[in-house]
């Protein structure tokens, strides 16, 4: 039903219509979870890059009968490991259309797959995909608190 693929660094010039529908994609179905086009294509510039200390990946559905992306998933690698996760799961959406339908979970586990190491990711307590991350064995270790520069 859907075409599952993964976008690995060194590919965003191959690939720079699927890069650009995903981040659109995320802009428009992030809902109030969202942020400002220009981050989601920051975010996708870390994960595509070969430059040291970047890297990660993008994971997209791609459903070939509605010619539309379904979900994306974009990962970033942090460089690190033990005391800070190796993968920071920074945005996961799908579309209102195909909620409900096991994509989701679909797209975890295809990230979850391919990361080398442990994966994070922030989740608001009142978003529903918070009981599909429990499912698939994500905890909640810590409170997360953040000191915003004036």
Request: hydrophobic share 35%; proline share 5%; glycine share 10%.
């Amino acid at each position: 039903m859907f075409d599952i693929t993964v976008i690995e660094p060194g590919e965003k010039e191959k690939k720079e219509h699927e890069v650009t529908s995903v981040v659109d994609f995320l802009f428009e179905h992030l809902d109030q979870f969202g942020d400002p086009k220009q981050d989601i294509m920051k975010c996708a510039d870390y994960a595509l890059s070969t430059g040291p200390g970047y890297g990660g990946f993008i994971v997209r559905a791609w459903d070939p009968e509605k010619k539309q992306v379904a979900g994306a998933v974009i990962v970033n690698e942090t460089g690190m490991n033990g005391y800070i996760p190796e993968n920071l799961l920074v945005y996961i959406a799908v579309h209102g259309g195909y909620r409900g339908k096991g994509l989701g979970k679909n797209l975890m586990k295809t990230a979850m797959d391919r990361a080398k190491g442990d994966i994070a990711l922030h989740v608001e307590p009142d978003n529903p995909a918070r009981y599909l991350y429990e499912k698939l064995g994500f905890t909640n270790k810590y409170l997360e608190m953040r000191y915003k520069q004036k």
